[in-house]
């Protein structure tokens, strides 16, 4: 599977949006990015994933490039319960599960 | 939705002695998983399950640590014995087979080595 590269904090205001990039130049066309969030003492939470076109659910919105060589998943209206560690994980899906591999993430705090 | 149960919540042990970990994964989740997260790092997956057969578990250290998955549903995971490095959260996962649906993973099992 692709390795991904994140910074690894970032801070953002309350009621501000937040956006965390996530940079896997060595992705392959079968290979989907995959954003998850770990709240502390928590297992981590899935929010979303994407092949190739832009996706929104109620949690986020992850927009990809073109190339798909990064991409930007976005919290439009960040509050402190979104103060977390946040993955982003590339990776093909198997037909007998899914093994993400995870790196040590972005660590996001929203300030009030 | 019931989630991912995992027991017990926090662990103490001394180096060298035994301890396991159990697991009850989402109802009618075939595939279930074991991570290890050591503090300040990402999980890493220590053994994967399908049904009540070992998918992969090539990242367990089989000389000390054990699991199974009888029945197919609950998981146990061993250590034994156990060393001051295996001092981590255990988190234990489960998903439905079918492409591209995200894991579901329990609180985890906080493990402390002294």
């Known amino acids: 599977d692709a390795k991904t590269t994140q910074p690894t904090s970032m801070d953002c205001a309350e009621g501000r949006a937040a956006n965390l990039p996530c940079n896997h130049s060595?992705?392959?066309?079968?290979?989907?990015v995959y954003w998850y969030r770990q709240i502390h003492s928590q297992g981590p939470q899935y929010i979303i994933h994407?092949?190739?076109n832009n996706e929104t659910n109620e949690m986020a919105s992850l927009i990809i490039t073109e190339d798909r060589k990064s991409s930007t998943l976005i919290l439009p209206h960040a509050t402190l319960r979104d103060t977390a560690v946040y993955y982003c994980?590339?990776?093909?899906?198997?037909?007998?599960?899914?093994?993400?591999?995870f790196g040590p993430g972005t660590r996001l705090s929203v300030l009030p | 939705e019931a989630g991912v149960a995992q027991s017990p919540r926090y662990k103490i042990i001394e180096k060298r002695q035994s301890v396991a970990f159990w697991c009850n994964p989402i109802?009618?989740?075939?595939?279930l998983y074991w991570y290890q997260q050591i503090l300040g790092q990402g999980p890493k997956l220590l053994i994967q399950?399908?049904?009540?057969?070992?998918?992969?578990d090539s990242q367990l250290p089989k000389d000390r640590f054990s699991a199974e998955r009888l029945k197919g549903v609950d998981s146990t995971l061993k250590i034994q014995p156990a060393k001051l490095e295996d001092s981590a959260v255990y988190l234990c996962?489960?998903?439905?087979?079918?492409?591209?649906?995200?894991?579901?993973f329990g609180s985890g099992t906080r493990l402390t080595v002294v």
């Open positions: 994980i590339v990776r093909v899906a198997r037909n007998y599960g899914q093994n993400f591999v």
């Open positions: 109802s009618g989740h075939a595939t």
């Open positions: 060595t992705i392959s066309g079968n290979e989907y």
């Open positions: 994407g092949l190739k």
């Open positions: 996962a489960s998903s439905l087979t079918e492409l591209n649906y995200g894991y579901t």
């Open positions: 399950f399908q049904n009540n057969g070992v998918v992969d």
